[in-house]
């Protein structure tokens, strides 16, 4: 089993750090605590193998926490779990080390994706003295190629792949009307393509009712990345 500790101030986010940890089997949740100097107090007297760690705390943030970690050389590896969304404070964490990054708020795919990963690469490690390139790309790099796709249903993943292909090629907003024009699949699929994507954080849509009562949406796009890459950074569908 996985020894896990969260760090974590709110007690609310730390009940739902609890609960998910039940539902991902390979995992033992152990502690609990609420700032960086008690959780650096515990970590002298018990061993663990994965910290779940917030980076907004009292007294000593996340970031600091997570140095001198690393300064102390606790063999134990970090996963960030945090409203925290500024590139400077997600570089330094990758910087140090930080195995994955969760912005709140997050859902339990997101969550799961994570520890999976997180786990995949502990066994792997663990069990074996020597390692394989391919075996490294499909752990530390989090890329397996033989992932099975699952969309939900009435998806298809040909034509999410020319969804997207067309959404990135547009600066700005843009409308449903537009880009089912730009796809050649009828306005109500579309609406189910855009749902989706917006349900991986990839856009926003802002719903508008026209002067005679038509209704159409803006949408923006909020990460430009391929396609492939929303099963390294989301829940899984590639």
């Not at 101030?9 to 991902?24: A, F, N, R, S």
Request: charged content about 30%.
């Amino acid at each position: 089993m996985i020894k896990v500790l969260v760090v974590e101030d709110d007690p609310m986010v730390g009940k739902l750090h609890e609960h998910y940890l039940t539902q991902i089997k390979g995992f033992q949740l152990c502690d609990i605590v609420r700032n960086s100097d008690e959780a650096l107090k515990i970590m002298q007297t018990k061993e663990y193998n994965l910290v779940i760690l917030d980076i907004f705390m009292p007294g000593m943030d996340g970031l600091q926490l997570l140095a001198k970690i690393r300064e102390q050389e606790y063999d134990v590896d970090v996963i960030i779990v945090s409203a925290a969304n500024d590139k400077d404070k997600i570089k330094a964490a990758l910087r140090l080390g930080a195995f994955d990054y969760i912005i709140k708020p997050f859902e339990f795919e997101r969550f799961n994706l994570a520890l999976n990963n997180y786990k995949s690469r502990y066994n792997l490690v663990e069990e074996q003295s020597i390692l394989k390139q391919d075996e490294l790309d499909k752990t530390i790099i989090h890329q397996d190629t033989d992932v099975e796709v699952t969309l939900p249903k009435g998806l298809d993943k040909n034509t999410l792949n020319t969804v997207w292909s067309e959404i990135i090629k547009i600066d700005g907003m843009f409308t449903t009307e537009e880009i089912s024009a730009k796809v050649g699949i009828s306005r109500v699929s579309i609406r189910k393509y855009l749902e989706f994507l917006k349900s991986l954080k990839l856009l926003s849509l802002d719903l508008h009712r026209g002067s005679v009562g038509r209704r159409f949406t803006n949408i923006n796009v909020l990460i430009k990345m391929p396609i492939s890459l929303i099963y390294i950074f989301n829940k899984g569908y590639y």
